[in-house]
C-alpha cells in the first residue's frame, strides 16, 4: 500500500498551519488551501482503499475455511470409496446359485406370450358398469358377477347344494329318488360349443401340441 498520499498531508497540513504564524499573502494562502485539498482527496482514496483491503482479508480467510471443510469431505468420500472398493473385490462375484443351468427355447416364449396376450387386458368397449361390453364373447375372462353366477361355472355348486338339501329332508312318499335322475333334472341340456366362446383360462391348448408334434 502506497503511504506516500499520508505523508503530502501531513507535509500539506504544516505549510498551511505555517501560513497563520507567519506573514503571508493571501494568494499564497489559496494556494496552499489548495494543495491541502488535493492531499485530503489523495488521502481519502487512500481510506478507501484501506477498506477494499480490510474486506478482501475477511474474505480469504471464509475462503480459507471453506476449502478446509470441502478438502476435509472430499477425504471422507475419498475413504468411503476406497473401503467400497475394498469390500467389493472381497466380495465372492463367483456365485451361480441365481443362474438357471436349463434352457428355454425361444419358440415356447413366443407361443406363451402369444396365448396370454389376449387376455392381459379387457376388450375394447368393456365397461360393466354402464352396460357396455364391446366386442366381449361369451363366458369371457372379464363377465360380472350376476353372469358368473348365472354361467357354468357356478353349476356344479349349485347342484352339490341341491343335493345336500334333497338328501337332508327325508322324502314322505313311496317314490324311490336316485341321486342319478335328481342331477338329470337339476342339470341344463348341454349346449354344443358355439364360435368366439371362451372356455377358460387355461392356456394349455391341445391342438398346439398335437400340430406340433406332427
Known sequence: MNCSAFDTLAT????????????STPTSILIQTIKLLEA????????DQLAIH????????????????????IDKCLHYLLNSRQRLHET????????????????????????ISKYSLAPDG??????????????????????????VLMAPRVESNLLKKTKSSPVKNDIHVNDSDLIAQITPPLKKPET???????????????????
Open 92 to 115: 465372492n462375484l463367483s456365485d451361480k446359485t441365481f443362474l438357471s443351468a436349463e434352457k428355454i427355447p425361444h419358440t415356447m416364449l413366443l407361443d406363451y406370450a402369444a396365448k
Open 126 to 151: 368393456y365397461n360393466p358398469a354402464k352396460g357396455l361390453y364391446g366386442t366381449t364373447p361369451a363366458y369371457f375372462p372379464w363377465p360380472p358377477e350376476d353372469a358368473m353366477r348365472k354361467g
Open 40 to 47: 485530503n482527496a489523495a488521502f481519502q482514496k487512500l481510506l
Open 196 to 214: 368366439n366362446v371362451f372356455m377358460g383360462l387355461d392356456l394349455y391348448d391341445p391342438k398346439d401340441q398335437n400340430e406340433s408334434n406332427h
Open 54 to 73: 480490510q474486506r478482501n482479508i475477511i474474505r480469504i480467510k471464509v475462503l480459507i475455511d471453506e476449502t478446509s471443510a470441502l478438502n476435509q469431505q
Open 12 to 23: 500539506t497540513v504544516t505549510a498551511f498551519c505555517n501560513l497563520f504564524i507567519n506573514p
